[in-house]
């Protein structure tokens, strides 16, 4: 049975995708899962009624794989969320800083940390998951050996806390989406939109920069682009946009009719029109 209050994460208890859980849906039930298609997967078939799904940092770029996933998962994202990563160097009980050659984390956190590490000494060690490599320092019990994970990991697996802030830059934010299997648009007097979908292009010359005139002659703002390959095919790249704006919008229909012209066919997807995250209108006090 469905149950419209769970949310799916990739990790263990602990992970910063844990902690957006909590941040975002706090009366929801968080739900772990090994991996990126594992929990794609448990709203796909109805085990939980959304999923947390990381996509950039602000330190170490986009999340790599998963944006190969979300066109093809068959969910809509319905809403955005910025997660503030403040990582911390966890050991175990009684170690030191001094006493640290190794630290473990997604490589994705040991990125956000390099300049950091290499002051200290320390090797970077990758691991799958930043709560994973919490859980393990724990259990192997080896005061050389640290985590760079969350206060929440700390919390979970009984670790102290050797250094509070250790990322490179003070401002490190992760942006989430979350996504549902039913595409849900905002009111479109609600406040501000937002848009993301994919498309391929023909093979013909200045497609790309036809394509986005659209966008431009029509007044709406990209806020992200991005290529990648796509299936087999070297030759065949597939494109990643995230703009400002409401689906509903005459604006944003007369750009998407222009982009369509210069696509293959059914190679536009909309991946989902959700509320802008109020974290946009912030300053950037980095």
């Known amino acids: 049975m469905r149950n419209e209050q769970t949310i799916a994460f990739q990790g263990?208890?602990?992970?910063?995708?844990?902690?957006?859980?909590?941040?975002?849906?706090?009366?929801?039930?968080a739900v772990a899962y090994k991996s990126f298609s594992g929990m794609l997967r448990a709203v796909q078939i109805g085990e939980c009624s959304s999923a947390m799904v990381p996509v950039e940092n602000s330190t170490a770029g986009r999340v790599a794989d998963i944006?190969?996933?979300?066109?093809?998962?068959?969910?809509?994202?319905?809403?955005?969320?910025?997660?503030?990563?403040?990582h911390q160097l966890?050991?175990?009980?009684?170690?030191?800083?001094?006493?640290?050659?190794?630290?473990?984390?997604?490589e994705q956190g040991l990125a956000q940390c390099r300049k950091k590490l290499e002051k200290l000494g320390i090797e970077p060690?990758?691991?799958s998951d930043t709560a994973g490599a919490a859980r393990d320092i724990?259990?192997?019990n080896d005061h050389t050996k640290a985590a760079i994970a969350s206060n929440l990991a700390a919390q979970v697996y009984g670790l102290e806390i050797l250094m509070e802030q250790?990322?490179?830059?003070?401002?490190?934010?992760t942006r989430f989406l979350i996504m549902k299997k039913q595409m849900e648009v905002p009111d479109v007097s609600s406040g501000n939109s937002h848009c993301?979908?994919?498309?391929?292009?023909?093979?013909?010359?200045a497609a790309l920069y036809k394509a986005l005139?659209?966008?431009?002659?029509?007044?709406?703002?990209?806020?992200?682009?991005?290529?990648?390959?796509?299936?087999?095919?070297?030759?065949?790249?597939?494109?990643?946009?995230?703009?400002?704006?409401?689906?509903?919008?005459?604006?944003?229909?007369?750009a998407l009719e222009e982009l369509k012209f210069y696509c293959l066919p059914d190679a536009v997807r909309i991946l989902g029109c959700y509320p802008s995250s109020p974290y946009r209108k912030r300053p950037n006090k980095n």
């Not at 263990?12 to 039930?29: E, I």
């Not at 966890?90 to 997604?106: N, P, Q, V, W």
């Not at 498309?199 to 010359?205: D, M, N, T």
């Open 166 to 173: 250790i990322t490179d830059l003070n401002l490190n934010t």
């Open 125 to 127: 060690m990758i691991h």
């Open 67 to 86: 944006h190969h996933m979300l066109p093809d998962s068959g969910l809509h994202i319905i809403a955005e969320h910025f997660q503030p990563v403040n």
């Open 12 to 29: 263990v208890p602990g992970a910063y995708s844990h902690l957006s859980c909590q941040a975002f849906c706090p009366d929801w039930k």
């Open 196 to 205: 993301t979908f994919v498309f391929s292009l023909r093979s013909v010359p």
């Open 138 to 140: 724990a259990t192997w």
């Open 213 to 254: 005139g659209g966008f431009a002659t029509n007044g709406i703002n990209l806020t992200k682009i991005e290529s990648y390959m796509s299936g087999n095919q070297m030759h065949a790249a597939q494109f990643y946009i995230d703009c400002e704006g409401h689906i509903e919008h005459e604006n944003m229909q007369l």
């Open 90 to 106: 966890l050991g175990i009980r009684g170690s030191k800083l001094s006493d640290i050659k190794e630290a473990y984390s997604h």
